[in-house]
């Protein structure tokens, strides 16, 4: 039976090896959906909007209701806005127990914020998402963890055996190589402006602070998205450039919700 030191430094000198030979374990490159990005999506309705002169009915944001596809274009751009103030909303239009009522269940208290939230002024660079159970992320265990160790085959006749060590530093070794190749996802609160209701915004953004991948290269990016619905002061003019009645309308803002090691 191996102590616990030699049986680390054997599992560290495997890495190595392995490593050197490229064979640590294979990633194939997540294939990000390429559509349309969210965010031009986005900000096209803002500006389309603008120019609607037709519609009475509350506007509803082309992405839809269901999920969108994920999009290496997020978080979404910061809004070049007009900066006349008669693009914004006059105080009596920003009575917050009427606009909560009308929003109904959609608002959603842990990614809105009526005014700025306290963590917002503590850690304005955000927080990392961080769900850890036995010291490994609490999600779904990837394949190539779970075949970490295992032989591996070139076809039919070659066959290099896995790795001569006992479960408890295999298990060890696994661990590691899964929390190294995790991709959290960092929230922070974003401020979207008087022209926004709720103003306050929870985004999510991929950590980039290092590669995720062994040998390094690879990086994390956005794998999966959610919408939140929110209230946009909407101001349209008309084809002559004169404002007509302005209003809030609905629109479906895009946050990232899952990042992954990807090219």
Excluded at 6 to 21: E, K, Q, R
Excluded at 22 to 42: D, E, I, P
Excluded at 232 to 261: D, E, F, N, V
Aim: proline residues 8%.
């Amino acid at each position: 039976m191996l102590t616990s030191k030699p049986g680390i430094l054997i599992a560290l000198n495997i890495i190595d090896d392995v490593m050197a030979t490229g064979r640590l374990f294979l990633f194939v490159c997540l294939s990000l959906v390429h559509v349309q990005g969210t965010t031009r999506a986005f900000l096209d309705l803002l500006k389309e909007s603008d120019y609607d002169v037709t519609s009475d009915v509350t506007v509803i944001s082309r992405l839809g209701t269901s999920r969108p596809a994920p999009s290496d274009k997020l978080p979404v751009i910061d809004l070049i806005e007009n900066p006349s103030a008669v693009f914004d909303p006059p105080e009596s239009e920003l009575n917050h127990r009427k606009l909560r009522r009308l929003l109904g269940e959609d608002f959603d208290p842990e990614f809105m914020g009526i005014g700025r939230p306290v963590v917002a002024a503590f850690q304005p660079n955000g927080t990392v998402d961080m769900n850890r159970r036995r010291g490994r992320p609490k999600e779904h265990r990837p394949d190539f963890i779970k075949d970490i160790g295992t032989p591996i085959r070139y076809g039919s006749h070659i066959r290099i055996d896995g790795l001569n060590m006992n479960r408890r530093t295999k298990r060890a070794v696994k661990k590691y190589i899964w929390n190294y190749t995790h991709c959290p996802v960092v929230y922070a609160w974003k401020d979207l402006g008087i022209r926004f209701w709720p103003q306050w915004i929870k985004e999510g953004h991929c950590y980039n602070g290092r590669s995720c991948s062994m040998p390094p290269g690879m990086m994390c990016r956005p794998s999966a998205s959610e919408t939140r619905t929110l209230f946009r002061w909407h101001c349209p003019l008309s084809k002559k450039g004169q404002l007509l009645k302005c209003r809030w309308i609905r629109i479906q803002y895009p946050i990232i919700t899952k990042c992954s090691c990807s090219c």
